[in-house]
């Protein structure tokens, strides 16, 4: 009889258990199945508000900056969730599957800059037309930006949120003890309208530079800050791959080759861990630095250096960064989202942005708002960051995109220059192993 | 949940256990169908549920497994692109052929044997010292055995990080103990053989307790007598290491290569997080590019979908060889006891 009724029980759990398992997966399935339908949202939900999902990838920081909650007071009927991947190598593959396949869509999608030619080219089908949409207006933007993400035949398939107009951030300190001036506009005369002169000023830091610091973090900094001011630099107007010949390309790697052969470097590699240690540590004297970068430099730099940093105009502007929202077709509350991605686009909204996270504004009508125009930025000795960055996102040329401008030039950054500056490689054999590189990757 | 008896099942077409009980004098008609049907039922039971049991594996198989891998191979023959992955277009072996002439892959491969070996070999051998330890009579034994397999339950991720804040040029503590000794530092990220050993580290700090408890568990099957008669003919530890407990865990060393090699083969996030930022490059020079890496690099960095399942395919067949060796070196192993 005992027996019996344990035999019972024991019958009893196993069962649960398996129940229990069964659910689980059960359960499991259809969450999997509920995120394949475009949205993730569903129907209306509990409170009878239509959900739209924001797809991104890192901080974008519309929640942060509060444009969320903003948005949904103004429209009761609507609830906004946001979804980010932390990396965009990840978040990119996977949007490509997802439009490909038209399940698995937020109704907004960010898109990197670096990816938006290959968007534009490949996936235009698969995206709505925004050019048109109610509230959005083309005069707004930056032409280059409204340009980057416009197909042939004149379909905007994204619409910009930042940009990353470049300067020179510098440390006060180490120029003084260097012998340079330290006011910055002072400093931006030392190199301005010319990267040579950059370079220059580089060899007359380092004759007299306090132990153990180099004039800049990294040669792949040099490069980036070079190639982002010039208009034609992987892709020549017809879409083909020119960047063997491009002259913008040779210049910037010599300008790179310059800095790493001439021991002006740190030779670092930009957002590894010894990068960071080196700006606590206040182990170089400048880095070409987007609006982005600032809130960067001032978390790894800490409180020990504030008043050190300051911020002077590049030697020429150019563009490093920057976003795209986009609507995917298969979304399934489309004109919702529409609006949505015209108003998180809007100049008032993008100078909300600025104020609070740095993005800066892709919306040239923002940059006369008061939010930008009078912005300062107390860690880097009250620079006016509105007006320096402004001034460096006019000056930007309008820069020809193509499908695979980030392989190329992460590539020629993390393989060429890297090898060069760091293994001390000549850059004759940098430059060989790079376009080996580059070319394995181009061959489909 | 096992059937309800321990009987093998029947075969097929004789009755399932009949009640042993003697027949009653005049079964009714309907007594005998029931009997029947019940038996019918029993026997149906005995042959499907073994089925019914494994099913849910099964299909989790074909569908997670079997489905994927016979779906990587039919990619391979075409030439895919992760922009648009439903449009493939028939390339034949082309994909296959170009690995012959691709220095990156055999790059990669020589990069992966090179790792698999300076991480294996002294993995196993510290593995079989500790586990030679471990065999003594300890206090608190239990702690040390757990002890030796945390570094097991850490994920790869988070202890890749750590070991590739400690392998740091500037920073990193190993360089800091090399300055106190005099050795100038080293920037492991960047040298050759450097790269590839910082990342072996990784992996033997990772796996050497885990195997050191096989060992463990296979030395304590070992008889004590013949520790005992081997002591009585005067046989030193060591001397008792080698000719008593070695001999006795062959079979177990070779599984545990066995694994080791295919754990090996598969190496891919602790070169991918060891390179930082970097990704699947594998350093400036690929010089700790993995087939792992490289087949991540050329899927999902350069987008090649099609080469990158031609990769994944040249990884299975290596796997399906080194099977094919290690089954061969096992029955050696048998004939020659």
Same mark, same amino acid.
């Given at each position: 009889m005992r027996s019996r009724s344990r035999s019972h029980r024991r019958r009893a759990v196993v069962l649960a258990a398996v129940c229990a398992l069964g659910a689980g997966l059960l359960g499991g399935c259809a969450d999997d199945g509920g995120d394949d339908r475009a949205g993730g949202s569903g129907g209306p939900d509990t409170k009878g508000r239509t959900t739209l999902t924001v797809g991104v990838f890192g901080v974008f920081g519309y929640k942060q900056a509060g444009l969320y909650d903003e948005y949904m007071e103004l429209n009761p009927d609507i609830a906004i969730k946001e979804t980010s991947i932390e990396r965009n190598e990840n978040y990119y593959p996977q949007l490509l599957t997802h439009l490909s396949t038209g399940s698995g869509l937020a109704d907004i999608q960010a898109v990197e800059v670096a990816n938006i030619a290959e968007i534009t080219a490949t996936q235009a089908d698969r995206l709505v037309d925004l050019s048109k949409a109610p509230g959005v207006r083309k005069e707004d933007f930056i032409p280059w930006k409204w340009q980057q993400a416009t197909t042939g035949d004149g379909r905007t398939v994204g619409l910009g949120t930042d940009i990353g107009p470049m300067a020179i951030c510098y440390r006060k300190d180490l120029f003084r003890a260097a012998g340079l001036p330290t006011d910055r506009e002072e400093v931006g005369k030392l190199w301005a309208g010319d990267w040579d002169k950059y370079?220059?000023? @580089?060899?007359?830091?380092?004759?007299? +530079?306090? !132990? %153990?610091?180099?004039?800049?973090?990294?040669? @792949? @900094?040099?490069?980036?800050?070079?190639? +982002? @001011?010039?208009?034609?630099?992987?892709?020549?107007?017809?879409?083909?791959?020119?960047?063997? !010949?491009?002259?913008?390309?040779?210049?910037?790697? %010599?300008? +790179?080759?310059?800095?790493?052969? %001439?021991?002006?470097?740190?030779?670092l590699q930009q957002f590894q861990k010894e990068w960071d240690q080196a700006f606590a540590n206040g182990r170089f004297a400048t880095v070409s630095c987007p609006p982005w970068m600032l809130g960067y430099i001032k978390e790894k730099a800490g409180p020990a250096a504030e008043d050190q940093w300051d911020v002077a105009a590049a030697p020429r502007p150019g563009n490093w960064g920057g976003s795209f929202l986009t609507v995917p077709a298969a979304s399934r509350h489309k004109d919702e989202a529409i609006k949505l991605a015209a108003w998180l686009t809007a100049p008032e909204q993008q100078a909300k942005l600025f104020a609070k996270q740095a993005s800066f504004p892709s919306a040239q009508s923002a940059y006369a708002l008061p939010q930008v125009a009078g912005a300062r930025h107390p860690y880097f000795g009250d620079a006016p960051t509105g007006k320096i960055f402004a001034e460096a996102a006019r000056g930007v040329p309008a820069q020809i995109l193509g499908p695979k401008d980030l392989v190329i030039d992460q590539n020629i950054v993390d393989i060429g220059v890297l090898q060069v500056d760091r293994q001390g490689k000549s850059p004759q054999d940098g430059w060989r192993a790079a376009t080996r590189t580059i070319d394995n990757a181009l061959d489909e | 949940m096992s059937p309800p008896t321990g009987t093998a099942p029947p075969a097929a077409g004789t009755p399932g256990v009949s009640p042993p009980a003697p027949v009653p004098a005049g079964p009714d008609a309907a007594e005998l169908r029931r009997r029947a049907r019940r038996s019918r039922r029993y026997r149906r039971d005995l042959r499907w549920s073994p089925y019914a049991f494994v099913a849910p594996f099964l299909l989790f198989f074909l569908a997670f497994g079997l489905f994927p891998l016979l779906y990587t191979g039919w990619a391979s023959l075409h030439r895919v692109e992760l922009t648009d992955p439903t449009h493939m277009e028939w390339v034949g072996l082309r994909n296959y052929t170009r690995l012959w002439d691709d220095e990156f892959f055999w790059n990669a491969l020589r990069n992966t044997l090179t790792i698999g070996i300076i991480s294996t070999v002294p993995q196993l051998a510290m593995a079989l010292g500790l586990a030679h330890l471990l065999n003594y009579r300890l206090r608190a034994s239990t702690f040390w055995r757990v002890a030796v397999l945390t570094p097991y339950a850490t994920s790869i991720a988070a202890a890749t990080l750590v070991f590739a804040l400690l392998f740091g040029?500037?920073?990193?503590?190993?360089?800091? =103990?090399?300055?106190?000794?005099? =050795?100038?530092? =080293?920037?492991?990220?960047?040298?050759?053989?450097?790269?590839?050993?910082? =990342?072996?580290?990784i992996v033997i700090w990772r796996w050497t307790g885990y195997n050191a408890l096989i060992y463990l568990a296979a030395m304590q099957a070992v008889p004590r007598d013949l520790y005992e008669s081997a002591a009585l003919d005067g046989a030193s530890r060591w001397q008792q290491f080698r000719h008593v407990t070695i001999p006795s865990l062959r079979p177990t060393i070779l599984f545990t290569a066995v694994v080791s090699t295919i754990g090996a083969t598969q190496l891919f996030g602790e070169p991918l997080l060891f390179s930082g930022s970097a990704g699947a490059t594998g350093g400036s020079d690929h010089q700790y590019q993995t087939l792992g890496l490289y087949l991540y690099e050329q899927g999902w960095i350069n987008l090649h979908l099609g080469r990158a399942s031609a990769i994944a395919w040249a990884m299975f067949l290596i796997l399906l060889l080194i099977a094919a060796v290690n089954w061969l070196i096992a029955r050696r192993l048998r004939k020659s006891q």
């Open positions: 370079i220059e000023t @580089g060899r007359r830091y380092q004759r007299k +530079a306090p !132990d %153990g610091t180099s004039f800049v973090d990294s040669a @792949g @900094g040099v490069y980036k800050a070079v190639v +982002a @001011g010039s208009p034609r630099r992987y892709y020549d107007t017809a879409g083909k791959v020119i960047y063997k !010949d491009s002259p913008a390309v040779r210049q910037a790697w %010599g300008h +790179a080759m310059d800095a790493a052969t %001439g021991k002006l470097t740190a030779r | 040029r500037d920073y990193g503590m190993i360089n800091w =103990v090399l300055g106190q000794l005099g =050795v100038d530092a =080293v920037d492991w990220q960047n040298g050759h053989w450097s790269a590839q050993l910082a =990342v072996s580290t």
